[in-house]
C-alpha cells in the first residue's frame, strides 16, 4: 500500500479549495470594480446631459429678456425672472446675473457681491459664447450645499441696442450630487456583497472541484500490485477526473505486471543460480575417485556453468549501470566494424552449438563512435544472442555495418520466427521473453533491456520490425563522429 504520510521536509501550502476561493476572490473584485466604475462614469455623464438640458431650457426666458431690454434690465427686473423661472426637481433656487462684454454686473437676482466673478466667468466662455456645467456661485451657499455648487448657464447675448451682454443662469445643483452620492453608496454596498457571495460561492464551487481529488487520493492509495480494485465511479466523476482516474488504473496494471514479471524474475534467478550449484553437485558425487576422464568431464561442466553464471551477473551489473542513468566514463572514437567483429567473434561459439551461421558485413567507410568499446560490444552482443537462440539450425544471422552522414546504423537480421504482435510495445522491457515453446536455450529476459539501455546511453536508439518473408530486423542507430 502506498503511504499517503506527507514525505519529510515537504512544506504543506495552501490548499488547492482555498487557492481556486481567492482566484475567484480576486478576479471578482477586479471585474466588480472596473463594472462599478464605468457605471459611475456613465451616471455621471448621464446626469450632466439631464440636468444640463434642463438649465438650458429655463435659461431660455432670461435670454429673451436680455435681448429685448438690454442695459435697461435692473436688479428688480432680474429679481422677477428668477422668481418667475420654472420650478423643477433639484433646481431650487436661481440666481440671474447680467454683465457686460468686460466682466461688469450690471443686474443680479441677488446681491452683487454674491453672484459669480464676471472676469472668470467670461473665461469659462467657448469661441461659440456658451458655456453649460457646474461652477461656484457664493449666492448659492446653503446648509445643505456648503460649497455653493451650482448648475449654470453663460451665454454671450448681443441686445436690441446692439451692445454685448454675457448672462448668468445659475440653479442650485443639491439633486445632482444627492444623486451621485446615492450612486456611490450602492456601489460601495455592492462590492462587498458581490465579493462576499463571490467567496462563498467560490469555496462551495471548490469544494465540488476537489471532491473528485479525495476520491483519486483513494485510488492512488490503492495502487500496490496486489491491492483489490478501487472503489470509484467513473461514469459519476467529470470526463477529465474520469480520464485520469483510467490512467491510473492503467498505471496500477503496469505495476501489477512488474510486480509479476519481477517474482517471475527472482524464481528464474533462483533456478539459474540453483541450477550450476547442483550440476556441480551431482557430478561431484558420481565422480569416481580413480577416473581422470571422469574428473576432466566435471571440470569442463563445471566451468561452463560458472561461466553462464559470470555473463547473468555481469547483465545485472550492466543492466543497473545503464538504467541508473550513469554517464560514460571513459568515451573514445570505437570502429563499428571492430566492434561488429568482436561480437562475431564472441557469439560464434554459442552459434555453434545451436547449427547457426553468423554473417558480417563490414561497411567500406569504418564509421566511428564515441563510447565505449567493451559496452557497444555487449549491445551487439546480445542482439546477436537473441538472434541465435530464435533462428532454425542451418539458417544464417547478418550483421550489417552501414555509414551515413549523421549516423551510423548496425542491423542484426535473422529468419526465426518474428516479434509476436502482442510483444511489440514491451520488447525492450525487463524480464520480457516470448513464448516458452519458441525460445531456444535459457534466456533471462535482459538482453534486449540491455542494448537499449547501452544505444540511450549513447545518444542512440534502436528499433524492431517483422520482416515481409520470415524473421525480424534490430536496427541500432548511432550518431557518427564527423571527424573520422
Request: hydrophobic residues 45%.
Amino acid at each position: 500500500m502506498i503511504s499517503a504520510a506527507r514525505p519529510q521536509g515537504v512544506r504543506r501550502g495552501i490548499s488547492l479549495r482555498l487557492k481556486l476561493t481567492l482566484w475567484m476572490l480576486a478576479i471578482s473584485v477586479v471585474i466588480q470594480t472596473m463594472v462599478a466604475t464605468l457605471l459611475l462614469i456613465y451616471q455621471k455623464n448621464s446626469l450632466q446631459e439631464f440636468f444640463d438640458d434642463r438649465i438650458s431650457t429655463r435659461s431660455q426666458r432670461a435670454a429673451a429678456a436680455v435681448v429685448e431690454s438690454g442695459d435697461r434690465l435692473t436688479d428688480s427686473d432680474m429679481a422677477v425672472l428668477a422668481e418667475k423661472s420654472p420650478q423643477f426637481v433639484g433646481f431650487e433656487r436661481f440666481v440671474v446675473s447680467l454683465y457686460t462684454k468686460d466682466g461688469e454686473v450690471l443686474a443680479s437676482s441677488v446681491p452683487r457681491a454674491s453672484t459669480t466673478d464676471g472676469t472668470t466667468l467670461i473665461g469659462k466662455l467657448s469661441p461659440a459664447g456658451r458655456y453649460v456645467g457646474r461652477a461656484t456661485v457664493p449666492a448659492l451657499v446653503s446648509e445643505d450645499n456648503s460649497g455653493g455648487w451650482g448648475r449654470i448657464v453663460a451665454q454671450r447675448l448681443r441686445a436690441g441696442d446692439g451692445n454685448q451682454y454675457v448672462l448668468l443662469f445659475a440653479a442650485t445643483d443639491t439633486r445632482y450630487e444627492a444623486m451621485m452620492n446615492l450612486s456611490m453608496t450602492a456601489v460601495w454596498i455592492a462590492i462587498p456583497t458581490g465579493v462576499l457571495a463571490t467567496g462563498v460561492a467560490g469555496w462551495l464551487i471548490g469544494g465540488l472541484a476537489v471532491a473528485p481529488l479525495r476520491q483519486l487520493a483513494r485510488v492512488a492509495n490503492s495502487l500496490a500490485p496486489d491491492s483489490e480494485e478501487p472503489d470509484f465511479d467513473p461514469p459519476r466523476a467529470p470526463p477529465e477526473i474520469a480520464a485520469l482516474e483510467r490512467d491510473l488504473q492503467e498505471t496500477r496494471s503496469k505495476l501489477r505486471q512488474a510486480f509479476h514479471a519481477q517474482e517471475r524474475f527472482i524464481s528464474n534467478v533462483a533456478h539459474e543460480l540453483k541450477t550450476p550449484i547442483a550440476v556441480l553437485l551431482t557430478e561431484a558425487e558420481t565422480l569416481p575417485k580413480n577416473n581422470l576422464p571422469a574428473a576432466e568431464r566435471v571440470v569442463k561442466s563445471a566451468a561452463e556453468e560458472m561461466e553462464r553464471l559470470g555473463r547473468m551477473v555481469e547483465s545485472f551489473l550492466t543492466l543497473t549501470r545503464v538504467r541508473g542513468g550513469q554517464a560514460l566514463a571513459h568515451p573514445e572514437p570505437c570502429s563499428m566494424n571492430e566492434v561488429v567483429m568482436a561480437s562475431v567473434e564472441s557469439c560464434r561459439i554459442m552459434a555453434r552449438q545451436f547449427g547457426v551461421l553468423l554473417s558480417p558485413e563490414l561497411a567500406e567507410s569504418d564509421p566511428m563512435v564515441a563510447g565505449e568499446f567493451p559496452l557497444l560490444t555487449s549491445m551487439v552482443d546480445n542482439l546477436v544472442r537473441n538472434a541465435v537462440r530464435f533462428s532454425p539450425k542451418g539458417e544464417a544471422i547478418v550483421v550489417r555495418v552501414s555509414g551515413g552522414d549523421a549516423e551510423c546504423e548496425i542491423t542484426v537480421r535473422d529468419a526465426g520466427p518474428g516479434v509476436p504482435a502482442e510483444l511489440m510495445d514491451t520488447l525492450f522491457d525487463r524480464f520480457v521473453q516470448g513464448p516458452g515453446e519458441s525460445v531456444r536455450g535459457r534466456g533471462h529476459g535482459l538482453g534486449l533491456s540491455i542494448a537499449q539501455g547501452i544505444a540511450e546511453l549513447h545518444a542512440g536508439r534502436i528499433a524492431v520490425q517483422n520482416n515481409a518473408d520470415r524473421g525480424c530486423e534490430f536496427t541500432v542507430r548511432l550518431p557518427r563522429l564527423k571527424d573520422h
